[in-house]
């Protein structure tokens, strides 16, 4: 598809962009060592201890200068030092809850006059902390603590023994950059001091606390609402420690009597209507919900205990039977009704509906769904629906300038310098957000083709994060000359003289673009279900060899989606593209232009290209941006592969592509077979550019703080191995970064006259590198994006690898401008393009791991039902286990190899 000029790097065969030996070669021949003379990116590969992330070399300096505010608030801490002990309680299987409670008793009671005055702080687990020393010495000590319980009191025996000296004096070295190691013990004994008091008075979720809902109600459907609270995290930033607040929301379980939740889930209006006992699948889909749930009894008056669902009877109470035990010692078979009737004088009024077991399974706890209540205050891990994350997105998004107002509320509402443990450590915080300057950088221009013929490659210069293709064409634009349609919508609801308009109107906006899809399709067909996917695909692509593309129109949510992906990428290898009846019926030159991004690269075009004369210095010499991502199944899930995926840019534009994915271990953070991945892209980089690259940038998502230094240890070094394998002493510079989304900090235009939009936001480019980022390592701010609604999230980019040496301002702008080139839309996105593919390529490969519906004896991944509603009733699973070894696993996410030769996850 390129031309030899585009696809070449601006570099001499004989220098740096020497070309690699073929695979042939690299396994029969030792060849000469690589060339020497680019130190700074040669080092050796240093030992697992001396991997440490890079200092900031400087800060940045492009880009227009605006003031901002970030949701940061600076504290003030004494010097001196922090007392840290370790707390054992038994039994040690209580919530945290409950062993703050025992801890509280302990302390409010006293008896040997340990703590005199003090209030010491608790996480709930194993760290205490005072600020003066307990009279204890080194010595081990042991208390009883007891706590009233329902019906008895319970007894704990609790032990405390010194730890450490926790030095702030370390700390404050560290922030004001003469050490460079941060003390994390520090930190975490400031965390828990201000954790403390909420962590009483709210619910404490993750690094967010809760409360319940006062002045407000969102339901959420399915026995959900919206609970708001607030973020809270102790952060180390130039110069000062930061407590970064923010805004949260977050599902929870409505507090109701289990009939109303059930009625709810399943919904039925009102429980009259529910005359009949349960039916299989409305059992299955309550037990789903309410599994795992506590709940608390009703019928025992002021004792209301609480248990949590173990499972759905399958008979109801009238008929569900349990063994009990008489008087007399004999033991008989007793009916759920029965028992209540007899012993709690209680005739059901629901006997047709079936019982919750509670505690332990083997201990046949049933109880009647009417006298069960669900107890305030659980959080809801399990996946949203759509309807309810549409809902909860309603509700939660705010506007830039609403949410600065309803951070500052909640600080003040808080109050945080009244907190009696705090001012017990001495300290304290500055109740108005930090001012940071940033800095907006320039967007690069985008060049798009021009008509053969003419020499006019036009340009696109991008404003706020959008750039216009009208009038333009692709930089390398497909000819599609051979097509097929596939309706898989009823013909009721997609008649054809929809499909005639849609594909009259797809051909003139395809022309525009530099696309031209000539003459009529060769196969227009009405189908139906999954099952007629394969069959039909067969027989284009048996009828048709130079078949190019087929486009699928769908019904709405469908199992049909994954089944055209399996065998389009996976089977057979053909390229597909799927749009919704209802944008067939009404196509609107918006959706058809986004058709035509899509189509254009997954048949091997390029929509356009970064003007060359603006790119950094880094593209002097022959580069290869990887991104690389792992997706986890959802919260709740415990089976389910994680899925990790890597991509690798294919030319010097960068624009083309190639992507490779693995299936690994349950939620498994580190890519396990980096290495083998690495390698299979450098391979076809040069395949495709016939240049060896100099230089690898890495962009890494999905990885939280506290996993950096594991991931960098095990992944550098698999990068570097790839790189070995293929010719012994190639070791090109490697740019390791970490991108991170899922993060609390905010940024605010310090005056108005900069917001953007209706949601206020800060304007796309927006970059800081100063005042909330890390005391010595290389770290910044960069929101690419325009944001359209609620607050947007800046990105967070952590360098923890730099042999290329890049300044501040060459990776910034890199990184900008790497954000320009996604090819599924004409804005600039949130983060850089490699990145979000190998996000688009993980959640591709999940639906390469659904199973067909009628075809059970293909192999298929640990999906269980629940798939089928996360993909569309049908989709399910064998329930042979050979279906669910790894080997079968990774060959079911092998892309085809003419599909793995274009973009056929955009």
Known sequence: MLTNGEKCFPVPLGSLGRPLESEEQIATTAPTPFIHNLNPIMQPAPELSEFTCPPRMNHGSEGREILLRANHFQIRMPRGHIHHYDVSIVPDKCPRRVNREIIETMVQVDTKKLFIGQKPVFDGRKNMYTRDPLPIGRDKIELEVTLPGEGKDRVFNTSLKWVAQVSLYALEEAL?????????????????????????MYTPVGRSFFSQPEGYYHPLGGGREVWFGFHQSVRPSQWKMMLNIDVSATAF?????????????????????????????????FTKEIKGLKIEITHCGQMKRKYRVCNVTRRPAQTQTFPLQLE????????????????????LLYPHLPCLQVGQEHKHTYLPLEVCNVVRGQRCIKKLTDMQTSTMIKATARSAPDREKEINSLV?????NEDPYMQEFGISINSTMTEV???????PKIQYGGRSGFQTKQQAIPNQGVWDMRGKEFHTGVEIRTWAIACFAPQRTCREEALRNFTAQLQKISSDAGMPILGQPVFCKYATGPEQVEPMFRYLKNQWQELQLVVVVLPGKTPVYAEVKRVGDTVLGMATQCVQAKNVNKPSPQTLSNLCLKINVKLGGVNNILVPSIRPRVFNEPVIFLGADVTHPPAGDNKKPSIAALVGSMDAHPSRYAATVRVQHHRQDIIQDLGNMVKELLVQFYKATRFKPSRI?????????GQFMPVLQHELRAVRHACM??????QPGITFIVVQKRHHTRLFCADKREQIGRSGNIP???TVDVGITHPTEFDFFLCSHAGIQGTSRPSHYHVLWDDNHFTADELQQLTYQLCHTYVRCTRSVSIPAPAYYAHLVAFRARYHLVEKEHDSSKCSPAYGEEGASDYGEGSHLSGSSEDRTPACLERAVQVHQDAGRVMYFA
């Open 764 to 766: 796309a480019g927006t």
């Open 253 to 285: 379980y409505k507090a109701q009597p289990v009939i109303e939740f059930m009625c709810e889930v399943l919904d039925v209006k009102e429980i009259s209507e529910q005359k009949r006992p349960l039916t299989d699948s409305q059992r299955v889909k």
């Open 725 to 730: 394998m293929l010719e012994v002493g190639y």
């Open 412 to 416: 003040r509402k808080v109050n945080f």
């Open 176 to 200: 004001e950059g003469r050490t460079r190691s941060i003390p994390l013990d520090a930190i975490q004994a400031l965390d828990v001091v201000m954790r403390h008091m909420p962590s009483m």
């Open 328 to 347: 007399s010692g004999q033991t008989v078979e007793c009916t759920v009704a029965k028992y209540f009737l007899d012993k709690h004088r209680k005739r």
């Open 697 to 705: 940038v890495f962009y890494r998502d999905g990885v939280s703080e």
């Open 437 to 443: 300057k940033g800095r907006v950088l320039p967007p």
